[in-house]
């Protein structure tokens, strides 16, 4: 079965937006949007319309073939050669690595190739960053990151396997992307090479992890990896090999029977899992000049104040229990609904927003039927349908946690924060909850708050709350109930309770010095702040990268008149200031 690339129909626009593929926006715009401005990215896809990626499928083994489109990039100014790639063709592969989830459970091993010859992916398009803003560049590798670790996730968590079939060379994000599969075969044709070449050829880093993958999951050696990074040509053979760099290479003429052989192996090791999914739709997505609106998450704009807000509807009271029921509903059950759209939400946030620097969190709902489906996502946790529920809602609260702004969770009567969604509070870098005796308000924990939703350096948000009393989490889930404000905030579950008096004033106060402070301090405040204890592979990709690209992307070494992203392809040198920092 395949799901061909169609270039008919690239992507449907409403009737007052009539933009053809000149515009820039090519195969990344929702098929169900109504928008009043054309140049909004959309993060959804589906394989008919993907015009960079091939998707078929042989059984329990699945095949994506890079063939991108070099004239089809997301913004003019640039072509996609040699499998280079930027967000369109990111956003394609997001979209095939969550649908093999879902709609294929069959899958066991996910086979990663190119359709070109002598290459498999040249890395992130240099022309498309060079021509970037700042912002764009760090929210793209960002997103990019997020992309890579959901492979990652699919494997450890899914079992769904991905092979890196290496036909060609393959360089930078290329490799990085090779980097996030369980196993790596390079052709070896006497020509083809993995490499990094990012530091000797463009003065940044690998964008996607790459440096940390090297050393911490496939365990280079630091001085092998010290010369691989610093040698632009790469390496290639059997020391690629020698050296950990892939796992296999094969000559051509049995690269493609060596290829087959290992994706059988990695899919006979792989549990085998429900041989229906659940297909998922578009979503049901409308922006206007001032909101987003889904039928679950609304994403309300005020651009004057440079602040959003971001409500999520809760559940119904009643809800189906059953694991064949559940299935039947299928993306339209809550929890899938709610957090694919709280997902895109805040995708939408990052990219067409930048100016936004404070994002108020609310809910809206039953508290009861939010811990009754919560009970529900417990009990049926083996389920593989519930489980993958699960796994997307973990993955969706992580983008959050990640996301370079300022969240702030207001409690308030009418909210259901409870379980699952108690963790949007967690995630919050505040919390204030009114305390008005008139109009009952609290929050609830529940068994979901114990581990189903890992941050990305390993402990719960719970945890990471108490970091200083580790017997606390665990005794606040034996005594799972509702809180009140004044038990709330004397258990740590807030961080404000006022009364009805205070409220209103102690949040708009609060909101007003937030946006008084400097956005590039306060990212780097709550990147530290948000995770705190030991670090996990997955979590050094954003400490580290992100802090450090984000300062080497504004660096003149990399993009000043002189620097070696702006002269990349071109005849000049880059000259580069001597002083180390």
């Known amino acids: 079965m395949d799901f061909v690339a169609r270039t008919d129909r690239p992507y449907q626009r409403t009737p007052d937006s009539p933009r053809q593929d000149s515009e820039g926006l090519t195969g990344v715009k929702s098929l169900d949007i109504e928008t009043t401005d054309s140049q909004i990215l959309s993060f959804e896809t589906e394989p008919s319309r993907y015009l960079h990626w091939k998707l078929s499928l042989e059984g329990p083994l699945a095949r994506l073939t890079m063939a991108v489109q070099e004239d089809h990039p997301l913004k003019?100014?640039?072509?996609?050669?040699?499998?280079?790639?930027?967000?369109?063709?990111?956003?394609?592969?997001?979209?095939?690595?969550?649908?093999?989830?879902?709609?294929?459970?069959?899958?066991?091993?996910?086979?990663?190739?190119?359709?070109?010859?002598?290459?498999?992916c040249a890395g992130a398009n240099i022309h498309m960053l060079a021509s970037s803003s700042h912002g764009f560049k760090v929210n793209f590798c960002k997103f990019t990151n997020e992309t890579r670790l959901a492979m990652e996730d699919?494997?450890?968590?899914?079992?769904?396997?991905?092979?890196?079939?290496?036909?060609?060379?393959?360089?930078?994000g290329g490799y990085e992307l090779a980097l996030a599969c369980d196993k790596i075969v390079l052709v070896d044709d006497g020509n083809s090479a993995v490499s990094l070449p990012e530091t000797p050829l463009l003065g940044v880093l690998p964008g996607t992890g790459g440096l940390t993958r090297l050393v911490d999951k496939r365990k280079v050696r630091r001085d092998l990896a010290d010369i691989f990074c610093t040698v632009a040509e790469g390496v290639r053979g059997s020391r690629a090999r020698e050296w950990r760099l892939v796992d296999a290479v094969c000559p051509?003429?049995?690269?493609?029977?060596?290829?087959?052989?290992?994706?059988?192996?990695?899919a006979a090791a792989s549990p085998a899992r429900a041989t229906a999914g659940v297909r998922l739709p578009p979503l049901r997505k409308r922006v206007g000049a001032n909101r987003v609106d889904y039928d679950l998450v609304t994403l309300a704009l005020d651009r004057s104040t440079r602040q959003?807000?971001?409500?999520?509807?809760?559940?119904?009271?009643q809800l189906p229990a059953e694991s064949t029921s559940l299935r039947e509903l299928g993306a339209e059950w809550w929890p899938l609904k709610a957090f694919r759209e709280l997902d895109d939400a805040l995708c939408h946030l990052r990219?067409?927003?930048?100016?936004?620097?404070?994002?108020?969190?609310?809910t809206e709902g039953d508290l009861n039927g939010m811990v009754s489906l919560d009970k529900v996502l417990e009990e049926l946790k083996d389920d593989w349908f519930v489980g993958e529920v699960r796994?997307?809602?973990?993955?969706?609260?992580?983008?959050?946690?990640?996301?370079?702004?300022?969240?702030?969770?207001?409690?308030?009567?009418?909210?259901?924060?409870?379980?699952?969604?108690?963790?949007?509070?967690?995630?919050?870098?505040?919390?204030?909850?009114?305390?008005?005796?008139?109009?009952?308000?609290?929050?609830?924990?529940?068994?979901?708050?114990?581990?189903?939703?890992?941050?990305?350096?390993?402990?719960?948000?719970?945890?990471?709350?108490?970091?200083?009393?580790?017997?606390?989490?665990?005794?606040?889930?034996?005594?799972?109930?509702?809180?009140?404000p004044s038990e709330a905030l004397e258990q740590g579950l807030v961080t404000?309770?006022?009364?009805?008096?205070?409220?209103?004033g102690e949040v708009r106060m609060a909101c007003e010095e937030r946006l008084s402070l400097s956005p590039d301090a306060l990212t780097g405040m709550e990147a530290n702040l948000r995770f705190p204890g030991q670090e996990g592979c997955d979590s050094k990709i954003f400490s580290r990268l992100s802090a450090w690209q984000n300062w080497i992307f504004q660096r003149p070494n990399a993009v000043g008149e002189k620097g070696a992203l702006t002269l990349y392809g071109k005849p000049e040198r880059p000259s580069f200031d001597p002083r180390r920092t």
């Open 252 to 266: 051509k003429s049995r690269f493609a029977e060596e290829v087959l052989r290992q994706a059988q192996e990695l």
């Open 496 to 504: 404000v309770a006022a009364d009805d008096i205070d409220y209103e």
């Open 351 to 362: 990219v067409n927003e930048d100016t936004l620097g404070l994002v108020l969190l609310k």
């Open 76 to 120: 003019p100014g640039y072509q996609l050669k040699l499998n280079s790639y930027d967000l369109g063709v990111d956003i394609e592969l997001h979209d095939a690595v969550q649908r093999l989830r879902f709609e294929h459970p069959e899958v066991r091993c996910v086979i990663l190739t190119s359709n070109r010859d002598r290459v498999f």
């Open 154 to 172: 699919a494997s450890l968590r899914s079992g769904q396997r991905y092979l890196a079939a290496l036909n060609g060379t393959c360089a930078g």
């Open 391 to 484: 796994l997307l809602m973990a993955r969706t609260l992580r983008r959050l946690d990640l996301t370079a702004r300022s969240f702030f969770a207001l409690v308030e009567p009418g909210s259901c924060f409870a379980g699952s969604l108690y963790e949007l509070a967690l995630a919050a870098d505040r919390s204030y909850m009114l305390d008005d005796p008139e109009r009952p308000n609290a929050v609830a924990l529940t068994a979901m708050n114990g581990g189903a939703f890992p941050m990305s350096h390993g402990p719960t948000r719970l945890q990471t709350r108490f970091l200083g009393e580790p017997e606390k989490p665990e005794q606040l889930l034996k005594d799972a109930r509702f809180y009140n």
């Open 308 to 317: 959003a807000t971001l409500t999520v509807r809760g559940p119904a009271a």
